[in-house]
């Protein structure tokens, strides 16, 4: 097996992270199959509260063994999430997630492999039995389980939802449709990690506008939509002097014009899709009066408040938005986790934050984390390979709740990305209430509904754009829900 395959593996599924329990140091096996401890750390991570409960191992049984059955598992490409190439592996995340796929081999007797291709489907419908797992964007799995493609997760009992590693609360339980389950987030990749939308600061403008440090508004529960734009506003000027905002003058706040909308929507917990009592999708934001109340504020929290810089690029992550921020020519910025490397060059100080949430009568702050890649098992592999592929996930999401993740987010995220300690304080809070809406993934439909509404400022055509979608949507729906209860396959046939 070559190391790059073991590596990649590191990207296998989806990562979210429960609230519940806390440790401030992973606790590492000692068992012979466990990983070993070999690592000297770079840097010790901040003693901060974790989010974290690494709880037991899976409970597979010990004499599980595969008699050395090739694993291959096809991703659509080396991007969909950090892949680590061999020459690049010299840090302890990189090793751990390379001694971890090595434990795995070992305890299981498989040989994992991987394999780069975006034509897997073609193999799959030709019924090319050499792919025991895919992975590719959440919209493709439900689609295509509901040809006929995929099996359905909950048949496979080498896989233990009641553990910790299988983030079932306002995660996986938020991809089942009608009971079904076809796919679901683990803790063996670190995509939805990356994906976890935050909000970044340059501390040289908060001091030197004299403004409330953004850390304290969040511990006192002020960081509110409205201290948000009014901070904003106060580190909105012209730096020029030509009589013109461009990117060279001083602004409040930066971000995508396409999702950040559904950013701020999260904040006040709402999502675009709603399910009825027997786990059903609903489309109903033509007359769900609590979401075209707060829809229309955030059109004149952002568009009126004029403090915002907006590019249709991708937020954060592009050439624009780090010039921008790191420029000093923002007091904010939309950001994701995966994105904050971006920033290391920076010669201000940084700080990280959650967004904002709606008003102080809310509890806590929600994160919106935006579409994920997510795993499928095709139903073109026998039943008992997809036991298999079952074992190879339910291993891998338990020991990378007890390696991978703590390596990534206590020292990589925390230590090595962020400036400060109270950034990693932050990061626990981010983590703690994430929303992920399902809609996005179901019917592509729902957020270009949104999104094409508020990109082109069209608040007055709020309530019959979206009622003209509205059928059409819920049609699609109904369409892909008849799909999975038809053709979603059982490995008992």
């Given at each position: ?308 810089k907006w590019t249709w690029a991708e937020s954060l992550g592009t050439e624009t938005g780090v010039a921008v921020f790191s420029g000093n020519h923002s007091l904010t910025a939309d950001c994701t986790f995966g994105y904050i490397s971006h920033l290391r060059d920076m010669d201000a100080d940084f700080g990280v934050i959650p967004f904002p949430k709606h008003d102080e009568s809310m509890d806590v702050y929600y994160s919106w984390n935006e579409e994920i890649f997510l795993p499928m098992i095709p139903s ?114």
């Amino acid at each position: 097996m070559k190391r790059i395959l073991a590596l990649f593996l590191a990207a296998l599924m989806l990562v979210s992270i429960a609230a519940c329990g806390k440790t401030n140091e992973p606790t590492k096996d000692t068992t012979p199959d466990g990983p070993t401890d070999t690592n000297a750390p770079e840097t010790e991570p901040a003693e901060t509260d974790s989010p974290f409960d690494p709880g037991d191992l899976d409970d597979l049984p010990a004499d599980l063994d595969y008699d050395g059955a090739d694993f291959t598992f096809c991703s659509v490409g080396k991007e969909y999430r950090m892949t680590i190439d061999q020459d690049d592996a010299v840090d302890r995340y990189d090793n751990a997630v390379y001694e971890r796929t090595l434990a795995i081999e070992r305890r299981l007797n498989v040989d994992l492999q991987e394999k780069i291709s975006v034509q897997y489907e073609s193999v799959l419908r030709a019924g090319d039995d050499t792919y025991k797992l895919v992975h590719q964007r959440g919209k493709y799995v439900f689609a295509q389980a509901a040809e006929g493609l995929g099996y359905l997760w909950s048949d496979i009992d080498t896989m233990d939802f009641t553990k910790n590693y299988w983030f079932m609360d306002n995660m996986s339980d938020r991809l089942t449709i009608g009971g079904l389950m076809v796919t679901a987030v683990g803790a063996a990749n670190i995509s939805s990690y990356y994906y976890t939308h935050c909000m970044v600061f340059n501390k040289t403008m908060v001091e030197t506008l004299s403004l409330e440090s953004p850390y304290q508004l969040v511990r006192d529960g002020k960081w509110t939509w409205e201290k948000f734009a009014e901070l904003a506003a106060t580190a909105t000027f012209e730096l020029d002097g030509d009589g013109k905002r461009t990117w060279e003058d001083s602004w409040g706040f930066f971000a995508d014009s396409k999702e950040i909308s559904e950013v701020f929507l999260a904040t006040a917990d709402k999502t675009l899709l709603t399910k009825d009592e027997d786990d059903y999708p609903l489309f109903n934001l033509d007359t769900d009066e609590e979401f075209l109340d707060l829809f229309t504020q955030i059109f004149e929290l952002l568009y009126d408040g004029r403090f915002w810089k907006w590019t249709w690029a991708e937020s954060l992550g592009t050439e624009t938005g780090v010039a921008v921020f790191s420029g000093n020519h923002s007091l904010t910025a939309d950001c994701t986790f995966g994105y904050i490397s971006h920033l290391r060059d920076m010669d201000a100080d940084f700080g990280v934050i959650p967004f904002p949430k709606h008003d102080e009568s809310m509890d806590v702050y929600y994160s919106w984390n935006e579409e994920i890649f997510l795993p499928m098992i095709p139903s073109v592999i026998s039943a008992s390979d997809a036991l298999m592929t079952g074992a190879v996930l339910e291993a891998m999401s338990s020991y990378a709740i007890r390696y991978t993740i703590p390596e990534y987010y206590e020292v990589q995220l925390k230590t090595k990305f962020a400036r400060d300690e109270e950034s990693g304080e932050m990061f626990d809070i981010i983590m703690a209430h994430r929303i992920f809406d399902p809609g996005m993934m179901w019917v592509d439909d729902v957020e270009h509904a949104i999104r094409d509404l508020f990109v082109n400022d069209k608040r007055t055509k709020i309530v019959s754009e979206i009622k003209r979608k509205t059928d059409p949507i819920n049609l699609a729906l109904e369409e892909l829900t008849a799909g999975l209860e038809n053709n979603a396959k059982s490995i008992f046939g």
